[in-house]
């Protein structure tokens, strides 16, 4: 049986779903009610199932609606790429890849990666986004995004993954703190203490807020600020301490008036990869960034000059 499926149709599909209404999903397409429902109606006859439960609350999809709306934003997001990159090589762009990423590779791995990539592929432009390692796979697996980078505790289901890098993420305080001297501390204990934390779209600051959770625990957040530097300059001024990698943390150490005291908590060690829905179906350019990111990798693996390898 062979299906062809109108583009209205599917985006229609989506908005109920994201409205949970028949009524807020025309509304949404800026279509009539009695149009909207004919419309789901001739869809669900030529599928041959219930997409929909119509009930006074509402309505909610059903097994082949929730698989209909899958396939549905996967295709959606595919021509918005499409749509993209054509405008891009109208430009003289060959090339367009999409990159989401934690907190921690976003802001402290990917630039010096990023910068020798583009300089090798100047007719490729990046679009970088920060997200949670929950939302990246959602992402790769959607077709939103061509790689991911996310912590290793998450589960990537079908999605091919590489190891990349590991980083701890330690405590910062302002030198003369009562946990400077600490050789070591438990999370939990940092929540005694006014919190300097990212902003709340950024995936440390969910990742943080989920721990809280799990100890039953709020922390009280005194500001909240846009990236790690302001973190550790507000700690320097000693209006609270943070989270932070301990990568970023020793980069400021240089430069700033605070200590780190590493967590003992075992999730603190934050082991990263990459991953793809497949990475034989990359555009070669694709696979350069990836083969980068695995040079970045073994050098940081690698023992500094005149130290034994472990």
């Given at each position: 049986?062979?299906?062809?499926?109108?583009l209205?149709?599917?985006?229609?599909?989506?908005r109920?779903a994201?409205?949970?209404s028949l009524?807020g999903g025309a509304?949404?397409m800026h279509l009539?009610l009695?149009?909207?429902s004919?419309?789901v109606k001739?869809?669900?006859?030529r599928?041959?199932?219930?997409?929909?439960?119509?009930?006074s609350?509402g309505v909610?999809?059903?097994?082949?609606?929730?698989?209909?709306v899958?396939?549905a934003?996967?295709?959606l997001?595919?021509?918005?790429h499409?749509?993209?990159?054509?405008?891009?090589y109208?430009?003289?762009?060959?090339g367009?890849l999409?990159v989401?990423?934690n907190?921690?590779?976003?802001s402290?791995?990917l630039p010096?990666?990023?910068?020798?990539?583009?300089i090798r592929h100047p007719?490729?432009?990046?679009?970088?986004?920060e997200?949670s390692s929950?939302?990246i796979v959602?992402?790769v697996?959607d077709?939103?995004?061509?790689l991911?980078?996310v912590?290793?505790?998450v589960r990537?289901?079908?999605?091919?993954?590489?190891p990349?890098r590991?980083?701890?993420?330690a405590?910062?305080?302002?030198?003369?703190?009562p946990?400077a001297?600490e050789?070591?501390?438990?999370?939990?204990?940092t929540?005694?203490f006014?919190q300097?934390g990212?902003?709340?779209?950024?995936?440390i600051h969910?990742f943080?807020?989920?721990v809280c959770?799990?100890?039953?625990r709020?922390?009280?957040?005194r500001?909240?600020?846009g990236n790690?530097?302001s973190a550790?300059?507000?700690i320097?001024?000693?209006?609270?301490?943070?989270?932070?990698p301990?990568?970023?943390?020793?980069?400021?150490a240089?430069?700033?008036a605070i200590?780190?005291?590493?967590?003992?908590d075992?999730w603190?060690?934050r082991?990263?990869?990459i991953c793809a829905?497949s990475l034989a179906s990359?555009?070669s350019?694709?696979?350069?960034?990836?083969?980068?990111l695995?040079e970045d990798?073994r050098?940081?693996?690698?023992?500094p000059?005149?130290?034994?390898?472990?």
């Amino acid at each position: 049986m062979s299906l062809h499926f109108d583009l209205v149709d599917l985006r229609l599909l989506v908005r109920i779903a994201e409205a949970e209404s028949l009524t807020g999903g025309a509304a949404a397409m800026h279509l009539s009610l009695p149009a909207a429902s004919a419309r789901v109606k001739h869809l669900e006859e030529r599928v041959g199932a219930k997409l929909l439960h119509r009930s006074s609350q509402g309505v909610e999809l059903t097994p082949p609606g929730l698989a209909f709306v899958q396939h549905a934003r996967t295709v959606l997001a595919q021509l918005e790429h499409l749509r993209a990159d054509l405008q891009e090589y109208a430009k003289g762009i060959k090339g367009h890849l999409r990159v989401f990423a934690n907190t921690t590779a976003s802001s402290e791995f990917l630039p010096q990666v990023l910068r020798t990539f583009l300089i090798r592929h100047p007719d490729v432009n990046v679009d970088l986004r920060e997200r949670s390692s929950d939302e990246i796979v959602r992402a790769v697996l959607d077709g939103q995004t061509d790689l991911g980078i996310v912590a290793g505790t998450v589960r990537t289901g079908q999605l091919e993954t590489i190891p990349y890098r590991e980083d701890r993420l330690a405590l910062v305080v302002a030198e003369g703190h009562p946990l400077a001297d600490e050789a070591s501390i438990d999370f939990v204990r940092t929540l005694d203490f006014d919190q300097i934390g990212l902003h709340e779209a950024s995936a440390i600051h969910a990742f943080v807020r989920r721990v809280c959770d799990d100890l039953h625990r709020s922390p009280r957040f005194r500001i909240q600020v846009g990236n790690f530097e302001s973190a550790c300059r507000m700690i320097e001024a000693g209006i609270g301490v943070g989270i932070v990698p301990t990568s970023a943390a020793l980069r400021h150490a240089r430069t700033m008036a605070i200590r780190i005291v590493p967590l003992r908590d075992d999730w603190a060690l934050r082991r990263l990869v990459i991953c793809a829905r497949s990475l034989a179906s990359l555009p070669s350019f694709a696979l350069d960034l990836v083969e980068l990111l695995e040079e970045d990798a073994r050098q940081a693996a690698a023992p500094p000059p005149g130290e034994p390898r472990r």
